[in-house]
């Protein structure tokens, strides 16, 4: 029996998503057309991994290089008051967790990994791409590449893709065009951040701080090599309480803020100051016909514990392991019959979507923070032997979910609602929750 011929996918996006799968499918006898719009920003979201995307860097190749721009993260602090403060380190939960991360210079990043890319035979093309619903009479696919996308590769000879994959972002290409729409999240924030230098830091070396803000909703600080980035995320009208501007509202968030104001009051704005709003949402379809989203263009659930990047990363391997039969050229990549196969990855990533916005939820209604106090009250009136494996056991499992080691195990979210319901003892999580 001859074999299939080898698969011709176009990436819209050359973002983490994109890119990795272009390196995935093309390391696999893949012909892959990587459509990148080269907007790239000096200053981009998506700074601070969590530890579970750091085997999926090696796998692509890139985590040395990674390394070379990058600092480690040991851990993260939620610095909740001067008297709540809880600090998680990786590496005490390890082999279950990996025991560090990185925060990334992003631009920097995505620029490793379009590289790697190219090196492993995609085609890149410089184009913002386009999508157009398919002919009826055509192959049976959803969606084709509009005709000046088309042309743009003359590599692809006039002929569209076995498969279109969306890595759009937050554009959602393909969404747009069919009209599919999304599960959107409770919170309608702003968030506005900057790059700063001169600034004081309490913590150990890489650590990235969340803390709750004065103005409402909360802050991030993430150690670059040579900087911090500093973030507010906040509903917007009180973000519009702070000022008219971005700068002024960043620069409001921070002075009414007296412990950023501490890290940070004295540093100087080293970055024009960023915006993004309104991102918690889930496609409700994420896979048809010849065409599959990836990363943010499938759903992005809050900045609120880094999972972005990861998430990312994560949706092209399980794109790249689903379309298994098709790579090794056991059967021809049809359009239905990709659907087929990309079907279960839809549910598996819609599932750790849905599962990473229920544990973010936990620290926006101040369960999470409230469980940790009672973690520690408990563990202030002696410490038995028995005691200590009980509180770590628990300390471990949240780690396992926040790591995104085990985000999605059943075990894991059980035993945390169950203790976010039964286990407060005496501590109010309306105390310890973000507006
Ligand atoms: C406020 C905020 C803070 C965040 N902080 C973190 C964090 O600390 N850690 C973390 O892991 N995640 C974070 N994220 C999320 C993270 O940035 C995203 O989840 C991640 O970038 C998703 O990667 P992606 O490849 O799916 O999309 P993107 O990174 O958005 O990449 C999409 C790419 O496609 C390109 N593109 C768009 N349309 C077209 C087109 N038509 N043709 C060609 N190219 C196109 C874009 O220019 C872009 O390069 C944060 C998000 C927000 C909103």
């Known amino acids: 029996m001859s074999a299939a011929p080898p ?32 907007h790239r920003p000096a200053l981009l979201v998506g700074e601070s991994l969590v530890p579970a995307a750091i085997p999926i860097l090696k796998t692509l190749g890139v985590e040395d290089e990674t390394a070379t721009f990058s600092c480690v993260k040991p851990g993260v602090s939620f610095v909740w008051s001067p008297a709540d403060r809880f600090a998680f380190t990786f590496a005490r939960f390890a082999p279950d967790v990996f025991p560090y991360a ?22 890149r093309v410089v184009a913002r791409a386009r999508l157009v619903p398919a002919a009826p009479d055509g192959r049976g696919g959803e969606l084709a590449l509009a005709p000046e996308t088309l042309a743009a590769a003359p590599h692809l000879d006039g002929r569209q893709p076995d498969l279109i994959v969306d890595a759009t972002g937050r554009a959602r290409h393909t969404s747009r065009v069919l009209g599919i729409a999304a599960r959107v999240g409770p919170r309608k924030d702003a968030a506005h ?40 995320v906040l509903n917007q009208q009180d973000a519009a309480r702070l000022g008219r501007t971005p700068e002024e509202r960043l620069a409001a968030g921070i002075a009414t803020d ?54 990312a990363l994560r949706s092209a391997q399980l794109v790249a392991d689903a379309l298994a039969p098709v790579l090794d050229r056991r059967v021809p990549a049809a359009p239905d019959r990709l659907a087929t196969l990309l079907r279960p990855y839809a549910v598996e990533h819609s599932a750790a979507l849905t ?6 939820e936990l620290f926006y209604d101040g369960r999470m923070l409230a469980l940790m106090a009672a973690g520690r009250d408990w563990m202030a009136n002696g410490s038995g032997r028995v005691k200590r494996a009980v509180q770590h056991h628990i300390e471990r499992h949240i780690a396992l979910q926040a790591s995104g080691a085990a985000t999605t195990s059943r075990y894991s979210r059980g035993l945390l609602r169950f203790l976010a319901r039964y286990g407060l003892r005496g501590i109010s999580p309306a105390a310890m929750s973000l507006r």
């Open 7 to 38: 698969l011709r996918a176009a990436i819209l996006g050359a973002g983490p998503a994109g890119a990795a799968l272009a390196v995935l499918l093309a390391r696999r006898g893949a012909q892959i057309t990587l459509f990148d719009d080269d």
């Open 102 to 123: 990185y925060n990334i210079p992003r631009p920097r990043f995505d620029e490793s990994l379009a590289r790697q890319a190219d090196a492993a035979g995609a085609v």
């Open 193 to 232: 951040f900057a790059h700063f230098d001169g600034f004081r830091w309490d913590d150990a070396p890489g650590q990235v701080l969340v803390a709750p803000l004065g103005a409402g909703g909360w802050s991030w600080c993430i150690p670059l090599r040579d900087r911090l980035s500093v973030g507010i």
């Open 258 to 311: 007296r412990w950023l104001a501490s890290v940070v009051g004295g540093g100087a704005r080293l970055t024009p100051v960023a915006s993004y709003t309104n991102y918690q949402l889930i496609s409700e379809r994420a896979v048809g016909p010849g065409w599959v989203a990836v990363g943010d263009a499938f759903g992005f659930v809050d900045p609120m514990l880094s999972p972005g990047v990861f998430l």
């Open 355 to 360: 599962a990473w916005s229920a544990l973010i």
